[in-house]
Each structure stands twice: as structure tokens, then as C-alpha cells.
């Protein structure tokens, strides 16, 4: 079956960067879409990137262009995000997601909590 | 940016209650529209994609309407197990933004 495993809380500093994985099983990466979202404590969802089946082409939401990287391994079978320039309002559990037959966010990892404080 | 808006943004509602939600797009999202449960502490959960299409595994009592601009989730009688936070979210382009939430309390 479809499982998305994320890695362990993170505690970072003001202006650190933090990568968070997502090893998949159960199907193959290089068939869907994978997306990154966050949720500040107590807050909404926000969606933040995507990255395509092909594994080279990304998209990010405005507010997140050029401070996000979404990158993957095949090999490892792993999605990976990396925020730069951490700050306390960056405090947030991290989803990733797999797409289906189409880009909705089917399936969801268990979440990451990165926690930004000096 | 597509901007999504649900309402109401709490709803207070009983066991066996039929109730409905609402999301509006600030322009035209055709039926690329999901809506997905979250509970306390535990990632989202798809139950509707493309406007109206259930997820597997989610009970008949919710469904999804509507195309354009406006759209309904509709849960036809609570259970116990539906209390919880409820987002849509647009996925015409690719900014994929949410609704804010509308959250579900028992009465």
C-alpha cells in the first residue's frame, strides 16, 4: 500500500535552512506528482510546491519562490524539501503528499514539526 | 493567486444533523476542486476530488457539488467521527490554495 515516511521533528535557529524527507513505498515516484504543505500551530493549510513526475520540473507558491527547494532521489525512492533562511513564523508541521489520476494530495505523510526559535 | 473561501468558519452541529459547507474561488476553477477531513494532530485526509467524485473509502453520507466558482460539501447525517476541521482546495493552477478551514463541533 501507498505510505509516505517523513523524518523526525527538527529544532533550527533564526536563518538556518532545515530539509525535511519523504521516503515513499508502495508505488513508484516517477509516476506522480509529490507536494509539500505546511501547517503553522492552530493555523490553515498552505500549500508550498510540487514536483513533477519527471523529477526535474517544480513549481512553488509565490510567497515560497526562492527560499524552497523540492529535489528527488529515485534511487532512495525519497522527495526532499529544503527551506532556506529560517524564521520564527516558519514554526510548522511539514506534509508532504502524493498526487493520483489527479493532482489533489491523495496520500499524506505523517508530517514533520520544525520548530524555529533562537 | 486563485483565492478559496469557505464558510462558515465554525459550525456547531448534532449527531445525525445533515449539514453543508461552502467554498467560493475568486475566479473560475471548472470542477478542479478537493475537499479534505483533518483531525487534531493528524495529517489531512482526501475525501473529494474533482467537485464530486468520493475518495475510496469514504462513506456515501458525504458528497461534494458544484463547478465554476461555488461549491458544497454535504455530510447527510453526522456521525461522531465527523467532528473535526474541513478545507477545500483549489488545484486549477498550480498554486493550489486552500480555504481557511471550517470546523465542526458537536452542539
Known amino acids: 500500500q501507498v505510505q509516505l515516511l517523513q523524518s523526525g521533528a527538527e529544532v533550527k535557529k533564526p536563518g538556518d535552512s532545515v530539509k525535511i524527507a519523504c521516503k515513499a513505498s508502495?508505488?513508484?515516484?516517477?509516476?506522480?506528482?509529490m507536494h509539500w504543505a505546511r501547517q503553522a500551530p492552530g493555523e490553515g493549510l498552505e500549500w508550498m510546491g510540487i514536483?513533477?513526475?519527471?523529477?526535474?520540473?517544480?513549481r512553488y507558491a509565490q510567497k515560497f519562490q526562492g527560499r524552497v527547494t523540492v529535489t528527488r532521489d529515485t534511487s532512495t525512492r525519497t522527495v526532499y524539501m529544503e527551506m532556506s533562511g529560517l524564521r520564527s513564523e516558519d514554526t510548522a508541521s511539514y506534509y508532504c503528499?502524493?498526487?493520483?489520476?489527479?493532482?489533489?494530495?491523495?496520500?499524506w505523510g505523517q508530517g514533520t514539526l520544525v520548530t524555529v526559535s533562537s | 493567486d486563485i483565492e478559496m473561501t469557505q464558510s462558515p468558519s465554525n459550525l456547531s452541529a448534532s449527531v445525525g444533523d445533515r449539514v453543508t459547507i461552502t467554498c467560493r474561488a475568486s475566479q473560475d476553477i471548472s470542477s478542479w476542486l478537493a475537499w479534505y477531513q483533518q483531525k487534531p494532530g493528524i495529517a489531512p485526509k482526501l475525501l473529494i476530488y474533482?467537485?464530486?467524485n468520493l475518495e475510496t473509502g469514504v462513506p456515501s453520507r458525504f458528497s461534494g457539488s458544484g463547478s465554476g466558482t461555488e461549491f458544497t460539501l454535504t455530510i447527510s447525517s453526522l456521525q461522531p467521527d465527523d467532528f473535526a476541521t474541513y478545507y477545500c482546495q483549489q488545484y486549477k493552477s498550480f498554486s493550489y490554495t486552500f480555504g481557511q478551514g471550517t470546523k465542526l463541533e458537536i452542539k
Open positions: 503528499a502524493r498526487a493520483g489520476t489527479d493532482t489533489a494530495m491523495y496520500y
Open positions: 514536483i513533477y513526475p519527471d523529477g526535474v520540473s517544480t
Open positions: 508502495g508505488f513508484t515516484l516517477t509516476s506522480y506528482y
Open positions: 474533482k467537485a464530486s
